[in-house]
């Protein structure tokens, strides 16, 4: 595929996802086809056990729009998304969540305001979110607490579906933990902010790890990142 071609690049990071990898990058293709014929589709297994790895082995040589890279160890989605922003070759690119409980084909209204001009970033908001009381409690409280600290109202600070124009993410690194907060990253960067109302499933195979519990790491790390940009 020639480089300088390549519309849009989808980064699609997984861990353990063998159930739901295959379905989801082939909705991540139609909806890419509406948009574009010309994109790229960049899975990152974060260090897979379960054999998902051998599924995007598979879909990568039925299609060369596809693309897989792998970590040796599971090192966490920030370092899974710092490796698909460093081989996106795209003029837009997003990322996506495997657990199926985001719709790939939301992916071409993010892009449409991009397109247009009107932002440089578009975060997506499940506003309808289906998820249990212990996950929607405490993301309301992280989602109130990081707006304050970075004044960006944004309702839904880790959605697992984002676009971008690709200058806007040039140079940005993610240290642990720091996707939650790249809309901000952009943001400071003088680029211009939107969100768009997306679809939102219920989980349907795996185990989310958010909670309460998971809420005082991300309060840590907001503190941490608040603290770093004020010094630079």
């Known amino acids: 595929m020639n480089s300088q071609k390549v519309d849009v690049s989808v980064i699609v990071p997984f861990f353990n996802e063998a159930g739901t990898l295959k379905y989801v990058i082939k909705?991540?293709?139609?909806?890419?086809?509406?948009?574009?014929?010309?994109y790229e589709v960049i899975m990152v297994d974060d260090?897979?056990?379960?054999?998902?790895?051998?599924?995007?082995?598979?879909?990568?040589?039925?299609?060369?729009?596809?693309?897989?890279?792998y970590h040796p160890k599971n090192l966490g989605k920030s370092a899974a998304l710092n490796t698909g922003f460093k081989v996106a070759k795209g003029k837009y690119?997003?990322?996506?969540?495997a657990?199926?409980?985001?719709?790939?084909?939301?992916?071409?209204m993010l892009l449409k305001p991009l397109k247009a001009g009107y932002v440089d970033a578009v975060n997506g908001w499940r506003k309808k979110r289906i998820?249990?009381?212990?996950?929607?409690?405490?993301s309301k409280i992280f989602n109130l607490l990081t707006s304050m600290f970075f004044g960006i109202k944004l309702h839904d600070w880790n959605c697992g579906l984002k676009a971008f124009k690709k200058e806007a993410i040039k140079n940005i690194y993610l240290s642990r933990n720091q996707h939650r907060f790249?809309?901000?990253?952009?943001?400071?960067?003088?680029?211009?902010?939107g969100e768009v109302v997306i679809k939102?499933?219920?989980?349907?195979?795996?185990?989310?790890?958010?909670?309460?519990?998971?809420?005082?790491?991300?309060?840590?790390?907001?503190?941490?990142?608040?603290?770093?940009?004020?010094?630079?």
Not at 93 to 97: M, Y
């Open 27 to 38: 909705r991540v293709e139609k909806a890419l086809q509406k948009v574009s014929s010309n």
């Open 99 to 108: 657990d199926m409980q985001y719709e790939p084909m939301d992916i071409p």
């Open 93 to 97: 690119a997003a990322f996506i969540d």
């Open 200 to 232: 939102h499933y219920a989980r349907e195979r795996g185990q989310s790890k958010y909670g309460f519990k998971r809420l005082f790491q991300g309060f840590h790390d907001l503190i941490v990142l608040w603290i770093l940009l004020r010094i630079r």
């Open 131 to 138: 998820d249990p009381p212990t996950k929607i409690i405490p």
């Open 47 to 69: 260090g897979s056990s379960d054999g998902s790895g051998g599924i995007a082995d598979q879909l990568v040589k039925e299609n060369d729009k596809l693309k897989v890279k």
């Open 182 to 193: 790249l809309i901000a990253l952009i943001a400071q960067k003088g680029y211009k902010i």
